[in-house]
């Protein structure tokens, strides 16, 4: 079983507003469990919203770009 934040924990986490978080889960911008009232986010759900909206450093974007011709999409290593 996977580890559950509340809102505030997850808004401590991103350094966000709750009513940030509040306004993505009604979005579904975030998944969440309702236990009636309450509000969880899982941890999974923190990790992989991290993981897709991380912008990789320029550096690395300008070495990505070298190794991948353009329009292919395959890297040439």
């Not at 997850?10 to 309450?38: E, Q």
């Not at 919203?49 to 329009?71: D, V």
Request: positive net charge; aromatic residues 2%.
């Amino acid at each position: 079983m996977q580890g559950l934040l509340t809102v505030c924990e997850v808004a401590r986490l991103l350094s966000l507003s709750t009513s940030t978080i509040r306004t993505w889960l009604a979005r579904g911008k975030l998944p969440r469990v309702s236990c009636g009232r309450a509000v969880r986010i899982p941890t999974e759900a923190v990790r992989k919203f991290i993981e897709e909206n991380t912008i990789p450093a320029l550096a690395a974007a300008r070495e990505n770009a070298k190794r991948t011709p353009r329009g292919t999409g395959v890297s040439v290593n």
